[in-house]
């Protein structure tokens, strides 16, 4: 980063101070003593580092007034910016770092351009004052050397100097010029020793694993001949127990050629045990369904028995269910009859109207109207074409009601008979009365109905039964055959047991005389 640009706004005894493009090379600044100089390097120090406090009591606020702060243009690898620096409050003061396209950033910029250099390097390195220059001339040339030479070359008060010594001291402890053993010959005596150490020890480790092979090989050696060894006494064992068995082995022969000739069984299917359980369980349901059905048949039967029977309402019932059968038909001719009420009002109502139309406030004689011309009485042609239809069809009407008056009498009469039979109730009563009765004669067929098909389907579910439990039951030859195998075994486990006790039988013979028992039982 260099400094290109400085615009000081107030600062000290400066007060708007312009120094525009700087040399890339060196700019001098000089003038008589409390020209400024050290003010303008302060103002430099303060746009970078912000105002400390003894920036803060010496330059601040400015001698002349005006704004304090000011600016600094500075290029770096990114491009031209320009600091500003102003004293805000009693910090550092607030600093806005404008870039080349105008955008304004915060102090985070300012860390990446001064590329982390802090304030006390910068003053050692690049901004050398007055003071530094007075400290130095209290030394004498050597440490003036050494104090110039970290300040041109130091990087973050560390001197290269003090590396320098640091490491001198590091290579005597090493390398001793003195003559005496250093760190690293001593470090490689003991190397070789270690060195001498290992290859000692390989050799020791060489021997062992020739060893080591040995005894595997002797092991492998003793293992198979072990292995041969027992063996050997296996076969003699067996060999033995063989003769010892012929006798019992011939007969076990016999006795499979024996199971050979019998004949073959029947083969169950693998569920055979899960289909009968279900069965039986299935029969046990249905008994105590039918049971169940029997006790409600029982008790309706009963029911049915303690009914008392009405052999008038009996006799009458096809009458009672034609009745039933015409209720609806009764209603609507009750309602017919109400509609043909209401035209014939409506009919008399409008011969009424029509003879008021025409003048002739009642009904009169044919003597008693008055003479018409023949005019009026084309006119009235018409009119009294329509009075005679209408007078037709109200006679008609009138005898229809009359007969269908007639017919109500008489199903009524007959329905006063049919409730007479009931003890005089109402149609709504005995119409329920017999509906029940009725129906408990329809569920009475239906039970019985319903006991035959259980009977039925218990003959068929014992006979079912039966057949599977003659399925389980082997032939008698079978039965036999398994049999004789079975107590062929159980001889054997008693042999096997008790031979040792009565005719010293050997232990091996033993054990595979109740083994031949144990398959067979």
């Known amino acids: 980063m260099k400094i290109t640009d400085i615009h000081v706004d107030g600062f000290g005894v400066w007060n708007g101070l312009e120094i525009p493009d700087l040399q890339n090379r060196v700019t001098v600044f000089y003038g008589r003593n409390e020209a400024g100089k050290t003010t303008l390097l302060q103002f430099v120090r303060t746009v970078l580092y912000g105002y400390s406090t003894e920036r803060r009591r010496r330059y601040f606020p400015p001698l002349h007034g005006g704004d304090s702060g000011g600016v600094l243009g500075v290029n770096s690898p990114s491009g031209v910016f320009k600091i500003h620096r102003r004293a805000e409050g009693r910090g550092a003061g607030e600093i806005t770092i404008e870039g080349p396209s105008g955008a304004t950033q915060g102090n985070h910029l300012l860390n990446i351009l001064l590329a982390g250099v802090d304030e006390a390097t910068f003053n050692n390195v690049f901004a050398v004052g007055l003071r530094e220059i007075q400290e130095l001339g209290t030394l004498d040339d050597t440490e003036a050397a050494d104090r110039l030479y970290n300040l041109t070359s130091g990087l973050d008060r560390v001197s290269l100097v003090d590396v320098m010594r640091d490491i001198d001291a590091a290579r005597q402890k090493l390398l001793a010029d003195d003559g005496s053993e250093g760190e690293l010959l001593r470090i490689l005596n003991d190397r070789e020793k270690l060195q001498g150490e290992i290859d000692r020890l390989s050799g020791h480790g060489r021997q062992w694993a020739k060893l080591g092979s040995q005894r595997d090989a002797v092991e492998q050696e003793v293992a198979r001949f072990d292995q041969n060894i027992k063996q050997i006494e296996q076969q003699g064992r067996l060999l033995e127990v063989a003769i010892q068995v012929r006798d019992v082995w011939k007969r076990r022969q016999e006795a499979l050629e024996e199971l050979t000739d019998l004949e073959p069984l029947t083969e169950l299917p693998e569920d055979a045990i899960e289909t009968v359980d279900r069965l039986n369980a299935e029969i046990a349901e249905h008994r105590q369904t039918c049971e169940k059905l029997k006790r409600q048949r029982i008790a309706l039967r009963d029911e049915a028995r303690a009914l008392p029977i009405d052999r008038t309402l009996w006799s009458a ?109 109402e149609l709504r009563h005995a119409l329920e009365e017999v509906g029940e009765n009725v129906s408990l004669l329809r569920r009475r067929a239906q ?48 042999l096997a047991l008790l031979g040792g006790y009565l005719w010293n039988i050997s232990a091996p013979m033993a054990w595979l005389m109740g083994f031949i028992g144990f398959v067979g039982s």
């Open 447 to 494: 039970i019985d109905e319903r006991i035959d098909q259980l009977t039925a389907q218990r003959a068929e579910l014992a006979d079912q039964s039966r057949a599977l439990m003659d399925d389980q039951v082997l032939p008698v030859r079978v039965l036999t055959g398994l049999g004789g195998v079975f107590v062929f075994g159980i001889m054997m486990i008693l």
């Open 317 to 425: 019932s096809s009458r009672v269910d034609a009745l039933c059968e015409h209720v609806p038909w009764i209603g609507s001719l009750h309602d017919q009859i109400g509609r043909l009420r209401k035209e014939t009002v409506e009919l008399e109502n409008s011969l009424q109207d029509n003879l008021d139309s025409v003048g002739l406030p009642g009904r009169r004689t044919p003597d008693s109207l008055p003479d018409i011309s023949d005019e009026a009485l084309r006119a009235l042609r018409e009119p009294a074409h329509t009075i005679r239809e209408q007078t037709a069809r109200l006679k008609q009407l009138q005898r229809d009601r009359h007969a269908y008056r007639q017919e109500a009498t008489d199903l009524k009469s007959k329905l006063t008979e049919a409730l007479a039979m009931y003890g005089g109730k």
